[in-house]
């Protein structure tokens, strides 16, 4: 997707994963040894989520480069066997000279039902 065919207010899907048990105890085993798995995912796998989730779905987008994620905001750990939603809304875009533009966005990463578990926004490059 070029910066061009962009519009403020698109809302646009990031795709979705469900936890499975075993990798919230991998992670945790790893990166966090004090959370206990039983309490769902920790924050620093719901934001490894939504990362992964955001760079899978932007690969076919062409050439652009995130710039700044903000405003990071975790509402809930969501427990294993729960999938995660993960959607981007457009809130603004700037051109900047003829090859490139600024998009901000808004990601929010939602359970089944439809709640918020984590959101952020963003500011990335996107060619033109």
Not at 17 to 40: H, K, Q, T, V, Y
Request: with cysteine; glycine share 10%; proline share 5%.
């Amino acid at each position: 997707m070029r910066f061009d065919e962009i519009e403020i207010g698109q809302v646009m899907s990031l795709g979705a994963i469900a936890l499975d048990r075993r990798a919230i105890e991998s992670f945790c085993g790893l990166f966090a040894p004090d959370w206990d798995a039983m309490n769902g995912a920790p924050d620093p796998m719901v934001y490894a989520i939504w990362s992964r989730l955001e760079a899978d779905t932007s690969k076919g987008w062409g050439h652009h480069k995130r710039l700044a994620v903000d405003a990071l905001r975790w509402a809930r750990n969501p427990p294993a066997g729960e999938l995660l939603r993960g959607r981007m809304t457009v809130m603004g875009k700037d051109p900047v000279g003829e090859n490139k533009g600024v998009i901000i966005a808004q990601h929010d990463l939602l359970d089944e039902a439809g709640r918020l578990v984590f959101s952020c926004l963003t500011r990335s490059v996107v060619g033109r």
